[in-house]
């Protein structure tokens, strides 16, 4: 498939495996831990984080993490899936690819697979009442909203909150508690 990125200014040619997307029609919906946690395809998997890799090349990990929201943000439509499908349907990795247009969680699903491939980072998934987001755990250059772990704080990273940088929250969601899965 070919798929026109703007933010990074190419065409990237990603390979979509079609007896795949004939077995996600036919998968029965879970919690959206279940997809984030899949593995794609390899040869999807491998040229995309080859292209996007390539691309962000020398950006240090807060200027990567921007970029991979950006390209969430601006790349993909939007729709919710009452709209496009007529049901609820969460996307593995490789259907961000396929259909016209994606949401919440699925882009929440694409941006943790990125942000663990390609730049090294821990992601959880943050999922409320109607909307699942994203909180990367940084080290070091980010400011803003956070999530206190074990581990560390991690900071909010929303792929559908269209040009938030890390560390912004959507302001409806920023006194709620989502509930948290580790990726």
């Known amino acids: 498939a070919h798929f026109k990125s ?23 919906q879970t919690t959206v831990n279940v997809y984030a946690q899949s593995s ?13 890799g390539e691309k962000m090349a020398g950006l240090d990990v807060p200027e990567k993490i921007n970029e991979l929201l950006r390209f969430l943000h601006y790349d993909f439509s939007y729709k919710v899936d009452s709209d496009q499908f007529g049901y609820e349907k969460q996307f593995f990795c490789e259907e961000n690819f396929i259909y016209e247009a994606n949401d919440c969680e699925d882009r929440a699903i694409l941006f943790s697979f990125l942000v663990r491939r390609l730049v090294g980072k821990k992601v959880i998934l943050l999922e409320y009442e109607d909307h699942i987001a994203t909180a990367v755990r940084f080290d070091e250059g980010c400011d803003g909203h956070y999530i206190n772990m074990d581990d560390g704080r991690y900071y909010i990273c929303d792929p559908t909150f269209i040009g938030a940088t890390a560390g912004m929250c959507m302001p409806r969601y920023v006194e709620k508690k989502g509930r948290v899965y580790v990726l």
Do not use: M, T
Request: proline content about 8%; some cysteine; charged content about 20%.
């Open 6 to 28: 703007q933010v990074f200014g190419c065409e990237l040619d990603i390979p979509v495996n079609n007896a795949l997307k004939s077995f996600y029609e036919g998968y029965p």
């Open 40 to 52: 794609p395809d390899s040869r999807f998997s491998d040229c995309l984080l080859e292209q996007l």
